[in-house]
């Protein structure tokens, strides 16, 4: 890749044409893409070309438009199949995001697998995304939810999850980035540890997905869940990875057309990979606007990208450190594009609000992580969060607007 080449910010954001709009009468500063993230031009032209040129169902018609939508709803599978360096394209399952991705695993491994007195582990910082389908699926089997702790700087304690392991264990589900705090997990030692006995692990990728290069392979991840909208794509679609050996033996996720090879009342013979997970109409224009979201991030280089981020977040993270009476949640050794900060005696809410009135867009709440919250013993954070889009002079805004918030509360 060309990473000697000086990142081009100015460049870059001249290919996302919401950055150019302004909010109560400022620039628009945004720093919420853990969120969801902008849109290249690239992205919102590929769904524009698609529904003007080529609209039509997939898989089914002979006609012409119905194979051109097929060869890009399957060219954008090879894509991603790419992306993450998966074995094969069968391997690559289209689902509406993360969430859904959790909840097919859940659902079908799950409920092949976990039975009364099993367990299923997380940690103490993951998405509700990534604890409710397990809280769903344990309590109806009789199952147990184990937690891995986390130290004061969010980092997982690696000896109590191993400790955690044991012949009761049936998959371990562990964030690869977390959207709350911006540790970058180790996960390819939570992989090794659980294979070591015998364990499937799940990373949920939402938020590594687009800052750092992911290799399946060299993780040995069983199951990879992300979302198209955070990496660039549009909202809707995600992916799930899974390895060819488990997915063949896991039972369909949902029925319906598509999945299905044949049918007679008294018996349906299911589709291959993987189809047998693609019930329905799948999202054609967002598979497709997907692929060509992967298509711009390989030509800007995520690598190049992570560099450029990292340089960003050590920066912003000194300039907040400097501010009297800010705090920061989330100080990993190991972390990546996420401030998640509280201000002394002013409620996030009421930072996000003030900000918002300088254009600053930041989330401010849980994000979606309560049991985190819990841990820290705080309700809600104020949270920053970086793309490769944002600038020096963005997180400038940022502190200025802290210093302004602090004035608005002190009078
Ligand atoms: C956003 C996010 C999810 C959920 O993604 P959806 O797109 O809402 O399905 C799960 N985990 C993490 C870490 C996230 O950041």
């Not at 890749?1 to 996302?16: C, G, I, L, Q, W």
């Not at 997982?156 to 191993?162: K, S």
């Not at 018996?267 to 999202?283: I, M, Q, R, S």
Request: net charge negative; proline share 5%.
């Amino acid at each position: 890749m060309t990473s000697n080449k000086p990142f081009d910010v100015e460049a870059v954001r001249k290919d996302f044409p919401i950055l150019n709009r302004e909010v109560q009468g400022n620039p628009l500063v945004y720093l919420d893409s853990a969120a969801t993230s902008q849109k290249p031009q690239s992205v919102i032209d590929t769904l524009v070309r698609y529904y003007t040129e080529i609209n039509a169902n997939v898989h089914r018609g002979v006609h012409t438009l119905s194979q051109e939508a097929t060869d890009e709803y399957e060219g954008a599978r090879i894509k991603l199949r790419k992306l993450i360096n998966a074995k094969e394209d069968a391997e690559i399952i289209f689902t509406r995001g993360t969430t859904e991705g959790i909840n097919l695993v859940a659902q079908t491994f799950g409920a092949q697998h976990v039975g009364e007195g099993d367990e299923v582990i997380i940690s103490n910082m993951e998405h509700h995304s990534n604890v409710v389908p397990w809280q769903m699926l344990c309590d109806e089997r009789g199952a147990h939810l184990r937690v891995v702790p986390i130290n004061d700087d969010g980092e997982l304690l690696m000896d109590e999850y191993e400790k955690l392991i044991n012949p009761r264990t049936k998959l371990v589900s562990i964030v690869h980035l977390s959207n709350a705090l911006g540790t970058i997990n180790p996960a390819k030692d939570v992989v090794a540890i659980a294979h070591q006995h015998g364990v499937p692990v799940l990373l949920d990728g939402a938020q590594s997905i687009p800052h750092m290069p992911v290799d399946v392979q060299d993780l040995d991840c069983d199951f990879y869940a992300f979302s198209g909208h955070k990496l660039f794509g549009p909202t809707g679609i995600g992916v799930l990875y899974g390895k060819r050996e488990l997915l063949e033996a896991m039972p369909p996720f949902q029925g319906g057309g598509d999945m299905i090879k044949s049918v007679t009342f008294e018996k349906t013979l299911y589709n291959d990979l993987p189809y047998k997970f693609e019930a329905g109409t799948p999202h054609i224009a967002g598979v497709i606007g997907l692929g060509a979201a992967v298509d711009y991030v390989n030509a800007i280089g995520l690598e190049n990208a992570a560099a450029y981020e990292h340089e960003l977040l050590k920066y912003g993270t000194e300039q907040l450190e400097a501010i009297e009476g800010l705090r920061l949640i989330g100080t990993a050794q190991n972390k990546s594009s996420v401030l998640s900060f509280l201000l002394e005696g002013i409620h996030p809410h009421d930072i996000g609000t003030v900000l918002d009135t300088q254009g600053i867009a930041i989330r401010t709440g849980h994000h979606c992580t309560q049991p985190l919250m819990q841990r820290f013993q705080i309700p809600a954070t104020a949270r920053a969060s970086l793309a490769f889009y944002n600038t020096k002079a963005e997180i400038d805004a940022l502190v200025e607007g802290i210093h302004k918030t602090f004035e608005v509360f002190s009078l």
